[in-house]
């Protein structure tokens, strides 16, 4: 009975509200779905944190050029704003365009979405299930950041952390669970707090094509949110680590960890994170997160596996497999006359769709050309050609493309010019076969250069060569290269005025013999026992979509989503084989575009690239002054841009070196008003009485020395302060501005500057007395390593790319 009453109360309610509620999952921080943090009770697009811009003509229509990722595998896509009635699901990762809102009267939580090379929209899906950031949660003023709490390589595969497609951690993207075992970090995007699962991605501007990484539980992370970390001083052979807080007090059970002596240090994308400083028993300790020994362990001290090495050369030569050099190898002579229009249209139309692509914006393209005849052409006197082999555009000198519009517009200017020849029979041509092993030769040698680079070789001509079989020559050229480039063959339809003659219907099918012999030659039948289909590098233009088939192949692959996938997988610790054995199985990319993948990044097949880099990723502690530096972690615009802080020491020395009569308040003005560019507007600080360090922790996310020096002072302090001691601090400021300019200027050197004493004439207050005099000599700076030209301040880290400066530089 009083189950019923519950039941009946419950159902009245609902009519009350005019509508059952619906049980939706919790908020997801990061989500298109969460909430503003004041709430209207109607159903518009108000009550959300993202709001997107719409149409000035039209308010439902957003207009946004910024996608928006599906975030949970297997995510519904509904017909309708409204409704049950479902169009398909869609994959974890998938990237979208926010297309419509739906009717302001409904109560529909869904916008509609379509897919960026398409104009239809193709359904609509709830804001829940949809990632609207753009870069990482933030914890203040600084990003999220985590590492995964990895177990040891001993471990059951249950126990090893996986990324999964959905936040309750239970299905897998299309792609697969990716296994995360190696030492590195991730931003964190969003946050299940139902599941306590995070979403990570590896990139901090989450473009197209950055994959994300995954959902994972947030208890097997550690996150990281500050700056600071720990690397062994520049006179140390060996510092350590300890497990647990007594034994760093006791100072023992540590591990033996490889100093710098040698400068390795600055070849590392990463240092010792720092979770937390504090005291314990009179002791001053750090509490870090570091890959425990037993996993990098080299003559009994934490050093580099052979697997890591492998996996940090898979990742450089990964980045260059982002760039592709294109040749186009063209028949010029008279039979082509009614086609080389169409050669040169169909080498236009592969060059722009790779070019304007959205989904391969992080690739970058190289393009050229090569015109082959026979050996009359030799005696043409408008044509440059020798042994048969013409006009051409070999590939530009610069293995960089700095811009891929220009590329393309050089490119195809250069090819405008280009002409079949005729009346070659007049002119010496007594039969239909072409010079194309001496043109296949020299395009090879215009291919040669930015080793790493992807390199396609497409070959449009109609007759072969006069040579029955592929000189020996040539077939020692080809397996030169350490991996050849791949060939495309696509074959003219005949010539109607030709066709039927016996000598031109061999010349033609010899082109196909041959071509297909090429394609033999330079592409393997198979790659770790998957077959790659080699007939679909042979295409004649007599099928109706040859052109388009041409243009699908090479699209696919270019797809620099799937090198970032693989990327993402290697920083994580997976093992390039195994990756490569999952993604041939899936079958979603061309065997062959896998084949050339691996073949670069792992030539020789050494157990590098067989075995995932396992760390055991734990905390552990570091006794203070032990021998360790503490650095701070800047992005490189931090450091050298704009608003970096370079720029913001030089503002304040200069605005108030510009008023020498007035020098106190010339500094509080150009702190002030400096400061106030650096935030973007911040109230100064000087009107909200807070010490000058406080207000920048709280207002930018400027890294700050734990002895501030500079910025300990206050609005008060600067009334009273004597102008010797603003000149003194003008000094400072100065020369601190020039040693991280000389850092920024020549990052592989140590700046040669010491702190000396020597102390104004005046009195300095007690403030004025913590800054100390320094000497810089820009001239005399010294290599960090004297091997190694790889030793640097700057790095490319998996998450970016910025400095690694020891604190003591910080103003």
């Known amino acids: ?175 697969g669970c990716s296994p995360l075992t190696r030492f590195q970090h991730a931003f964190v995007f969003a946050e299940d707090r139902n599941t306590g699962s995070f979403l990570l991605a590896r990139h901090y501007l989450l473009g197209d094509p950055f994959p994300l990484v995954g959902w994972v539980k947030g208890k097997e992370t550690i996150e990281w949110n500050s700056r600071f970390a720990l690397r062994p001083k520049d006179d140390r052979e060996t510092v350590y680590l300890y497990p647990t807080e007594q034994d760093a007090i006791d100072r023992t059970n540590g591990y033996p960890t490889v100093g710098n002596n040698d400068g390795r240090w600055y070849r590392y994308p990463l240092h010792v994170p720092i979770l937390q400083k504090f005291q314990e028993q009179g002791v001053p300790l750090f509490r870090v997160s570091a890959p425990t020994p037993g996993v990098l362990v080299s003559d009994a001290r934490i050093g580099e596996s052979a697997s890591e090495f492998g996996a940090i050369e898979a990742l ?166 350490r991996v050849p480039p791949w060939a495309y063959i696509l074959q003219m339809v005949k010539n109607p005025s030709l066709s039927g003659r016996g000598d031109y219907e061999h010349a033609y099918q010899a082109f196909s013999d041959q071509g297909r012999e090429l394609i033999k030659l330079m592409v393997p039948e198979q790659y770790e026992g998957h077959r790659i289909d080699r007939d679909a590098l042979f295409i004649s233009a007599s099928q109706n979509d040859a052109k388009k088939r041409i243009v699908d192949h090479i699209d696919r692959y270019t797809s620099s989503r799937d090198i970032e996938a693989l990327k993402s997988a290697l920083q994580g610790g ?71 802080l370079t720029k913001l020491l030089g503002a304040i020395v200069s605005r108030t070196a510009s008023n020498p009569a007035k020098l106190r308040e010339s500094l509080k003005r150009a702190l002030a008003k400096s400061i106030e560019e650096f935030t973007g507007g911040e109230p100064p600080f000087t009107s909200s009485g807070e010490e000058l360090d406080e207000f920048i922790r709280r207002a930018t996310d400027l890294p700050l020395r734990d002895d501030p020096m500079f910025f300990q002072y206050s609005g008060r302090n600067l009334d009273t302060i004597d102008r010797c001691e603003i000149r003194h601090l003008l000094g400072y400021l100065s020369i601190r501005k020039e040693i991280l300019a000389s850092i920024e200027n020549h990052p592989s050197d140590r700046p040669d500057y010491r702190i000396v004493n020597r102390r104004p004439a005046c009195p300095l207050g007690p403030k004025g007395q913590n800054i100390p005099t320094l000497e810089f000599h820009p001239r005399t700076r010294q290599p960090l390593c004297k091997d190694n030209k790889h030793c640097s301040y700057y790095r490319t880290t998996g998450v970016g790319k910025g400095y690694w400066l020891p604190e003591d530089l910080l103003p």
């Open 574 to 644: 997976q093992a390039l084989k195994s990756f490569l054995d999952a993604r041939m199985q899936q079958g979603d990319m061309p065997i062959l575009f896998w084949e050339r993948v691996g073949r670069n990044l792992c030539p020789d097949k050494n157990r590098s690239c067989l075995t995932a880099v396992n760390h055991q990723v734990t905390d552990g502690y570091i006794r203070d002054n032990a021998g360790w530096e503490k650095e701070v972690w800047l992005r490189e615009e931090a450091l050298s841009g704009d608003k970096g």
């Open 1 to 175: 009975m009083q189950m019923r009453l519950i039941i009946t109360f419950f159902l009245g309610i609902c009519l009350t509200l005019g509508q059952f509620p619906v049980l939706l999952a919790a908020e997801i921080l990061g989500s298109c779905a969460e909430k503003s943090q004041s709430q209207s009770q109607s159903q518009s697009q108000s009550q959300y944190q993202h709001q997107f811009p719409v149409s000035k003509d039209d308010p439902l229509e957003i207009s946004t050029s910024l996608p928006v990722r599906v975030l949970r595998q297997n995510a519904e896509l509904f017909l309708a704003p409204t409704g049950a009635g479902q169009s398909g699901r869609l994959d974890f990762d998938t990237i979208l365009e926010p297309n419509r809102l739906p009717p302001k009267a409904s109560s529909s939580t869904r916008i509609q979405v379509k897919r960026s090379t398409e104009q239809r929209p193709i359904g609509w899906i709830e804001r829940r299930d949809l990632l609207c950031q753009q870069r990482p949660l933030k914890q203040g003023r600084l990003e999220r950041r985590a590492f995964i709490r990895t177990q040891p390589a001993s471990q059951s595969a249950e126990a090893q952390v996986q990324a999964y497609g959905d936040p309750a951690r239970r299905a897998c993207p299309q792609r």
């Open 316 to 481: 450089n030569r990964l980045n260059r497999l982002k760039n592709m050099d294109i040749l186009f190898l063209l028949d010029g002579s008279n039979s082509m006359s009614p086609f080389i229009e169409q050669a040169k249209q169909a080498a236009k139309e592969i060059a722009e769709r790779l070019v304007r692509n959205l989904e391969h914006r992080g690739n970058r393209y190289r393009f050229g050309f090569r015109v082959y005849r026979d050996t009359y052409a030799d005696n043409l006197p408008r044509l440059d050609c020798e042994n048969g082999v013409c006009e051409g555009r070999a590939m530009p000198s610069q293995c960089e493309v700095s811009s891929q519009e220009g590329e393309l517009r050089e490119f195809l200017q250069a090819m405008e010019p280009i002409r079949a020849t005729t009346n070659d029979r007049k002119n010496g041509d007594k039969d239909f076969e072409e010079k194309l092993f001496a043109g296949v030769r020299q395009a090879l040698t215009d291919l040669k250069g930015c080793e790493g680079h992807l390199k396609v070789l497409i070959i449009l001509g109609d007759h072969g060569d006069r040579a029955d079989r592929i000189p020996q020559a040539l077939r020692e050229e080809i397996h030169r290269w």
